[in-house]
């Protein structure tokens, strides 16, 4: 399969160098120089538990140089999804799938906008990977990756992207009702990411401390309250959950944590702030969301 991974930061460049290693024929288009040409010279370093790999990946900064694919798998930050639509468009057949794999919502709205709507596959993934500098990156943990296509009626080859991955030790699992897989997912980055990004902890640490603890529960619980008021299923409990991620990938930065301190753009908009633009549509209170954006937005605007 040619696949295209439009966005190599830590999970682009790691789904990338799982695929290539399998043997797909994988190109990363990123718009840092400097990372592409590490990666092009002598692959890409994938440290994992003590151990380092370097793999074999094409790397481009120029779309037209990709030539058609048949799979894009788009990875860049939330804020960018919809110029990762109008360079996919270019790039894949018009009946190619395109895999979401970003964090928090909008990201499928945003490609709906620009590709048609039953190509478009999404999910979420509990794989971990942070970035350590040109061409290298860390495999910080593993875990289930779950897609399906965001549209009822498009089948939109989701099985197929499945079994690629599957052979290269992603594990995929297929379900007909993908948004209710993304909202847990939210809860997730709702509970973590605004709260270890400006108090410079990491994951696990958020456990520490009742403040933290409090500030993640009631952020979810806000979440939940959206996401019960918009018809949306929740099952289990989503702040048990928040607090098993939290301890599962404890000596992790989250990604925003990592945006903040590299100076990035953050994906505040589309966790934090997504649920705010929801509460306000179903008219449910989200003080502690409303907080937790303005904050951040206040630190990122103030690099
Ligand atoms: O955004 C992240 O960092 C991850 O989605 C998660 C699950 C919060 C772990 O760090």
Redesign the pocket.
């Known amino acids: 399969m040619k696949i295209a991974v439009i966005g190599a930061g830590a999970m682009g460049s790691l789904f990338g160098a799982l695929l290539a290693e399998a043997g797909q024929e994988v190109t990363l288009l990123d718009i840092r120089q400097d990372h592409v040409d590490a990666v092009n010279a002598e692959g890409l370093v994938v440290e994992k538990e003590g151990t380092r790999r370097q793999i074999r990946i094409r790397a481009t900064q120029d779309a037209n140089s990709v030539g058609p694919t048949d799979l894009c798998i788009v990875f860049v930050k939330s804020t960018q999804t919809a110029e990762a639509a109008r360079t996919v468009a270019r790039l894949a057949g018009p009946s190619a799938p395109v895999l979401t794999l970003q ?1 928090g919502m909008g990201n499928a709205e945003a490609l709906a906008e620009a590709l048609d709507p039953i190509r478009i596959i999404a999910g979420t993934t ?1 794989h ?1 990977a942070t970035f350590l500098g040109p061409g290298a990156i860390r495999h ?2 593993s875990g289930d990756t779950v897609i399906g296509p965001w549209y009822e009626e498009g089948t939109a080859g989701a099985e197929a992207v499945a079994e690629a991955f599957d052979k290269a030790g992603i594990a995929t699992r297929v379900v007909a009702e993908v948004r209710s897989v993304m909202w847990a ?1 939210l809860f ?2 709702v509970g ?2 605004a709260i ?1 990004a400006l108090t410079g902890i990491k ?1 696990g640490q958020l456990l520490d401390l009742e403040q933290t603890r409090r500030l993640s529960r009631d952020a979810v619980e806000e979440a939940m309250a959206v996401a019960e008021a918009r018809g949306i299923a929740i099952e289990g409990d989503p702040v048990e959950k928040v607090f098993q ?2 301890q599962a ?1 404890g000596t ?7 945006d903040v301190d590299s100076r990035r753009m953050t ?1 505040i908009g589309a966790i934090n702030g997504f649920i705010v633009r929801e509460a306000q549509k179903v008219r449910v209170p989200a003080p502690v969301n409303q907080t937790l954006s303005a904050l951040v937005e206040t630190l990122q605007a103030h690099y």
Do not use: C, F, L
């Open positions: 964090n509990s971990g910080a943990g997912k997730i980055n973590i990411n270890t994951n991620v939290a990938t992790n930065r989250s990604s925003m944590g990592q994906e």
